[in-house]
Structure formats: C-alpha cells, structure tokens
C-alpha cells in the first residue's frame, strides 16, 4: 500500500512573527542547524528573529531570508523526526526560494543570501509613496479587465484564491482600477505594503538579482516545484534562474499552482513555517482538501497523517 502523496508549501511575505521557529531550534537538532547556518551566513539576523524588534524584522531585506530559514527548519525537523517525504513542493513568491532549498536545488546558505539581496533589491527598486498594492474580493477576470484598461501600471500581483486577487503598481493607477472595481460592487482593501511586488515595477529588482540568479548553482530536483509564473512543475535546474527572476515581476498564480499540485494526485498539503496563510487558500480553492501546518514544536510533536 502506497503512503500518502504530500505537497509541501512555504509561506511568503507577511506571515513572519518574532519567535518564529525559535521552540522548534530549541527541540529538534535538524531545526537547530538551519539557525546556526542563518546567523553564519547573516550575522545578527538569529537574534532580531528571536526578539525583535518586530519593526526590523518586517524589513524586506530581513523578513525575506528570516522566513527561508524558519520555514526550511521547519521542513527539516518535519523530515528527521517523521521520515516522510513530499512529492512535490510549491512556495507563494518568496516561499519558491524555501521549497527550492527542500527539494535539494538550492543550498540553503545560497538561498539565504539571495533573498537578502532580493530584498533589499525590491525595497530599492520603487521610490515611498509610488506604488501601491490591493486586495480584491470578487470575479478575477473583472479584476484582469479592469486592469488591462488603465494607461498607468497595474496588474494582477497575487491570484490568491477564487475571489481574491491583489493588485499592484503605480499608486495612480491602483487606485484608479480600485475605484472601477468598486462601482462594479467588488470589495477592495488596501495593503499596506513597502513596495508594490510582483508587476513591472520591479524590473530594476529583478535586473539587479540576474546576475547571482546566474551564478548560483542550482543542483538536480529530489521532486518537483511547481513555479509561481507558470503555475506548472519544474525539475530542469537550468530553467530556474530563469523563473525566479520572472517570478519577481510576474504574477503570483496560486489558485493555477494549487491545482497543479492537485492534478500529480497530492492528498494531504502541508505547509511549513509560521503562520496558516496558506493552508487557508488551498481551502478556499479546493474545499474538500486534507490540510496540515507544521510551524511549531507542538504541532510538530503531535504530527498526524
């Protein structure tokens, strides 16, 4: 009798908390490991996980290789503690990165210092006050509509859920579609985000990061990742610079992406690190699905399949 097919997932942006990870270094030697190689490869970064100030923490250029690395401990515990392995992972945006370093393609110290240049890359890469980002609540393709008609920048950033889908670009031009959106009875809640990600604002992010994409080595896939630009599995090592640089002016196309993982017969989706962001959309998207989070020390020590 075959075992379960499991997806593993890693959050992105916004689910990171001060403490995170920090009981499941303390309990699990594989977790332990992942900390001891985050402050050797960006001294300092253990300490600001561990308490604070949550301010700092929440910068991009912090918040992006601290979540790598407590959604990779988390990984790694769930993996010596359990013996199980995933057959194939996804990451929302930055999560990729994550989900890379778990299917043995990216080395973690490689993956920790990409994503602190990536951060302080797309910090850099729009001026305060120019961009924005939405969230939408209603009929996607109105969402696509409404943005393919306005003359300034905007896009679908993230196509989160079935009826939720964040917008972002120029402020102008957000703001613009949102108030379309809205006469069209749409829900619309701004975010407040430091820089407007995932639309060709981003280019100047994305040409700064080609050349460590390029000269990073990227080894044979244990399993498949499915990539967020083409919401489809990918094993070619060589393809991925690629999509990671795409991805970072690319729109994010999880409700596509959590379907694929459906479609290569995924049963239970697991999701690795703090938070349930998620484990909540694939709900939304697949109501029926088997959901589990692994992003503390409990959840970890009463891990059921």
Not at 122 to 128: D, E, G
Not at 165 to 178: L, R
Request: net charge negative; with cysteine; charged share 15%.
């Amino acid at each position: 009798m075959s075992g379960p097919r499991i997806a593993a997932l890693f959050p992105g942006q916004n689910s990171h908390s001060v403490g995170m990870g920090v009981d499941l270094a303390r309990e699990f030697e594989a977790a332990e490991e992942v900390y001891a190689a985050k402050e050797g490869v960006i001294p300092g970064l253990r300490q600001l996980v561990e308490v604070g100030p949550f301010d700092e923490l929440t910068l991009t250029a912090n918040q992006q290789p601290a979540l790598v690395a407590a959604s990779v401990a988390a990984y790694r515990a769930w993996r010596s503690h359990t013996g199980l392995t995933p057959v194939v992972a996804a990451g929302h945006s930055l999560g990729e990165y994550s989900a890379l370093v778990a299917a043995g393609v990216l080395d973690l110290d490689a993956a920790l210092r990409l994503t602190r240049r990536r951060g302080e890359l797309m910090q850099a890469a729009v001026p305060a006050g120019v961009g924005a980002m939405s969230a939408i609540m209603g009929n996607p393709a109105a969402v696509q509509e409404v943005c393919a008609a306005q003359g300034g920048t905007v896009q679908p950033a993230n196509f989160n859920a079935p009826t939720q889908t964040v917008i972002s670009g120029e402020k102008a031009a957000v703001d613009a579609a949102a108030a379309e959106l809205k006469a069209r009875g749409l829900k619309v809640i701004p975010l407040k985000v430091s820089a407007p990600f995932h639309c060709p604002l981003m280019a100047p992010a994305a040409e700064g990061l080609r050349p460590d994409l390029q000269a990073t080595h990227y080894g044979p896939y244990a399993f498949p990742v499915v990539a967020n630009v083409d919401a489809a599995p990918n094993e070619d090592p060589a393809r991925t610079a690629d999509l990671l640089e795409r991805q970072i002016t690319g729109s994010v196309r999880w409700v596509e992406t959590v379907h694929a993982l459906a479609d290569l017969g995924v049963d239970v989706f697991i999701e690795f690190g703090p938070g349930t962001v998620l484990t909540g959309l694939v709900k939304r998207i697949l109501p029926d699905a088997r959901t589990l989070n692994v992003g503390t020390a409990e959840q970890l020590k009463n891990f059921q399949l």
